[in-house]
C-alpha cells in the first residue's frame, strides 16, 4: 500500500536514495565496496564463481550488466537474455547486493559515480596493456584490481556452441 502511494516512481528513489546514503555510510566505515562487470548471458556456474568470490573479498558487491548495445559493440553478437532479465537474475543473487547496467566500459566514471574500493575482472585479462593502464590509474585512489580465476570448461560461448550444434542435428 505505501509503495502504491508512492507510486514506482517515488519508490525507486527511496530506494536509489537507501543505496546512496548506505555507500557513503561504508566508505566512512571503512567498509569494502567491490565492482565487478559482465554480460552475464545464459547464467551458469562460471557467473556465480566469479560472484561470489568477488563477495567473498568485499562487504558491499556493486555488478555492472553489459546492455545489449555494448555487447553488440564489443563482441558483434546480441545476447539470447535481454538486458533487463539478465540484471533481475544477477540482483537475485545473494552475493550481489546491487545491479547496475553497463553503458561503456570507462571504468575511471564507475568509480566516480560508486566510489569501490576492489574492483573484479577475470584473470585472463592480467597483464594486458588495458588493465596495466587501470592498475596504475587507480592505485592513487586506493583501488585495488583483484584478478578471479575463470572456471574451466564453462561459458556463455561454449553454450551458445553447444545449442548450435543441438539445433543443427
Known amino acids: 500500500m505505501y509503495e502504491?502511494?508512492?507510486?514506482?516512481?517515488?519508490?525507486?528513489?527511496?530506494?536509489?536514495?537507501?543505496?546512496?546514503?548506505?555507500?557513503i555510510l561504508n566508505s566512512y566505515l571503512n567498509m569494502v565496496i567491490g565492482y565487478t562487470t559482465g554480460v552475464y548471458d545464459m547464467f551458469h556456474?562460471?557467473?556465480?564463481?566469479?560472484?561470489?568470490?568477488?563477495?567473498?573479498?568485499?562487504d558491499y558487491l556493486i555488478v555492472g550488466v553489459s546492455t545489449d548495445e555494448l555487447v553488440q559493440h564489443d563482441k558483434h553478437?546480441?545476447?539470447?537474455?535481454?538486458?533487463?532479465?539478465?540484471?533481475?537474475?544477477?540482483?537475485?543473487?545473494?552475493?550481489?547486493?546491487?545491479?547496475v547496467p553497463q553503458l561503456d566500459k570507462n571504468k575511471m566514471a564507475?568509480?566516480?559515480?560508486?566510489?569501490?574500493?576492489?574492483?573484479?575482472?577475470?584473470?585472463?585479462?592480467?597483464g594486458t596493456e588495458t588493465w596495466k593502464h587501470?592498475?596504475?590509474?587507480?592505485?592513487?585512489?586506493?583501488?585495488?584490481?583483484?584478478?578471479l580465476d575463470h572456471t574451466d570448461g564453462i561459458s556463455s560461448t561454449i553454450l551458445r556452441e553447444k545449442l548450435s550444434n543441438t539445433v543443427k542435428k
Request: a positive charge.
Open 45 to 58: 556456474i562460471g557467473h556465480l564463481n566469479i560472484l561470489r568470490r568477488a563477495k567473498e573479498q568485499c
Open 4 to 23: 502504491q502511494s508512492l507510486g514506482i516512481c517515488g519508490y525507486e528513489f527511496i530506494r536509489e536514495l537507501f543505496i546512496f546514503v548506505k555507500l
Open 134 to 147: 587501470f592498475e596504475e590509474q587507480f592505485a592513487s585512489l586506493g583501488v585495488e584490481i583483484v584478478y
Open 77 to 99: 553478437k546480441t545476447p539470447i537474455i535481454p538486458l533487463a532479465e539478465r540484471m533481475k537474475i544477477v540482483e537475485a543473487i545473494r552475493y550481489v547486493d546491487k545491479v
Open 110 to 126: 564507475a568509480w566516480d559515480k560508486f566510489h569501490f574500493n576492489k574492483m573484479f575482472v577475470g584473470s585472463d585479462w592480467k
